[in-house]
């Protein structure tokens, strides 16, 4: 069994690559069962989450599972909120292939699946972008999006100044025109993308500041005690998700569903069907879309076998 560390998981998943890889497997599908959530409490002031998303794949021939633990409490300590591993085996015969990072698989699947979602639904002129979070996957956003957008400009906001400047010091030192955005809501009106990362539990992005043809990218909000976005953000949106389990366990959805602002039957489509073609994203240039996704083992699946595939053929 292989033991593909960090480095290794990292240069094997290109986002010019990883993203034609998501796309092929969201149009050809596998199996996907519900993850399993548990909360841990180890002590009074260190609750976490621990997820379990198994996928498999008979037409790929692969099966993994992933598990993430997630601490927001960790910031305090100076270590990650997010750790995570993925094995890897034969769908045949369950025969173990790779011990992969999974900190490496979930940040560049997560931004590769936001980005393969605003190839869809933002404008094609898109050249500027605000990013919320400075962490692992926000860090990754820009790159990721400027394998489908001619991303230029890029402004970041986290409630962490020190690390937005860290971030922004490195997109400029990789060519972007990037800057600190020290008020969301002058940031966000001038934005044509907008995506957000973080584990907010409170809204960052009011909809009275979206202007028409924005692309609105919510990442974080996997429980529905997070939010990132309030209810105004979908009242005129064209709205759409990764898959269905988005509506079931992000705040940000549940809160809209529960007020009224949005209805189960506005959901427009998910990654599946944008990808399928089965409908076509972005119609209007003034349009306001909105991308709801939590993560699906799916994408996991993907970013592993390709990675296990380049390690092992190389």
Partial sequence: MLNIDGPTTRASLPFDRLIPALKRAFASGCEVPLRHHHTVSATPDAAGTLLLMPAWSAASGYMGVKTVCVYPGNSLRKLPGL?????????ETGRPLALIDGNEITSRRT????ALAASYL?????????????????????YAYR????????????IDPVQAIRMVEQLRADGFDAEVAERIESAVCTADIISAATLSTEPLIRGEFLRPGTHVDLIGS???????ADEACFASASVFVDTDE???KSGDLLT???????????????LAGLCRRAHAGRRLADEITVFK??????????AAVMCFEAVANH
């Fill in 83 to 91: 750790y995570s591993t993925y094995l890897l085996y034969r769908v």
């Fill in 111 to 114: 931004a590769a699946a936001s």
């Fill in 122 to 142: 933002s404008r094609t002129d898109a050249s500027s972008m605000l990013v919320l979070g400075a962490g692992r996957v926000a860090s990754l956003l820009p």
């Fill in 147 to 158: 394998a489908v957008r001619d991303i230029r400009r890029v402004a970041v906001w986290d």
């Fill in 222 to 228: 996997f429980t529905p005690a997070m939010r990132e």
């Fill in 246 to 248: 988005a509506a079931l």
């Fill in 256 to 270: 809209a569903l529960a007020s009224g602002t949005l209805a189960h039957a506005d959901i427009r489509s998910d």
């Fill in 293 to 302: 996704a939590v993560g699906t083992a799916l994408e996991d699946l993907a």
